[in-house]
């Protein structure tokens, strides 16, 4: 009963190259999220998006974009890839409204490296 | 921004003592506080949450309390059990009732269940 996927579990990429994460999502959800996850550094937030062709910036949004075409899928693109980028990446959801119920639903994770 | 502290960062209780996890947070108009576990190789996900009308709040084996004025709010663990092994993350955000909020995540504690 996977409801947040991530099209890959691991992922190897060069420097330089353009990265393409995708993150789709069955439960309807308004609002998603991409964060990444780092040893001794918990998640930290890239960016997130409310509502079709919209987002904002999270925490880090440095060397990364996002884009978000239809309400179920949300991309993470690194333009170029650099070492430093090297990290596991998480998608998650949630609903507009808390009072609905539930926190973020997660990804199982895309784990990449640049090499 | 908001920013979460948490404590400690290793955390080993014999099985069938109690564990607590602390957390602080900075931006006093945050509303709303998650508890995610992680296990091994697996997704994040949530255990239980509480906001900020609420001081605390029960489920089961697992409580969690919340001081406003203090900003901290702590995980508490009873009758622990080898399944409780896992990193746990807490969280906190400002929901304003619409649109998305993203979350600021600790930097996790991993609880270690002695046998």
């Known amino acids: 009963d996977v409801k947040v996927t991530q099209s890959s579990r691991y992922l190897v990429k060069r420097t330089g190259e353009k990265v393409f994460l995708e993150c789709v999502q069955d439960?309807?959800?308004?609002?998603m999220f991409w964060y990444r996850q780092d040893p001794g550094l918990g998640l930290r937030l890239i960016y997130f998006?409310?509502?079709?062709?919209?987002?904002e910036k999270g925490d880090i949004p440095e060397g990364y974009s996002v884009s978000r075409e239809k309400k179920e899928r949300f991309s993470l693109i690194l333009e170029s890839a650099s070492t430093n980028q090297t990290s596991m990446y998480l998608c998650?959801?949630?609903?507009?409204?808390?009072?609905?119920?539930?926190?973020?639903?997660f990804g199982s994770g895309t784990r990449l490296t640049v090499v | 921004g908001e920013n979460v502290e948490q404590h400690p960062s290793t955390l080993s209780v014999q099985e069938g003592d109690s564990a607590v996890i602390k957390c602080t947070y900075s931006?006093?108009?945050?509303?709303?506080f998650p508890w995610y576990k992680q296990e091994l190789g697996k997704r994040p996900q949530l255990i239980i949450d509480?906001?900020?009308?609420?001081g605390e709040k029960k489920d089961q084996r697992i409580a969690v309390t919340l001081n406003k004025t203090a900003k901290h709010f702590s995980l508490h663990i009873t009758e622990t059990q080898p399944e409780d092994s896992a990193v746990y993350f807490c969280?906190?955000?400002?929901?304003?009732?619409?649109?998305?909020?993203?979350?600021?995540f600790g930097k996790g504690t991993h609880l270690i269940i002695q046998p």
């Open positions: 931006d006093s108009a945050s509303n709303y």
């Open positions: 439960m309807d959800h308004e609002n």
């Open positions: 998006s409310y509502d079709v062709k919209m987002k």
């Open positions: 998650a959801s949630s609903p507009l409204s808390r009072s609905s119920g539930g926190g973020y639903t």
């Open positions: 969280a906190a955000s400002m929901y304003s009732g619409g649109g998305a909020d993203g979350l600021t």
């Open positions: 509480i906001r900020s009308n609420v």
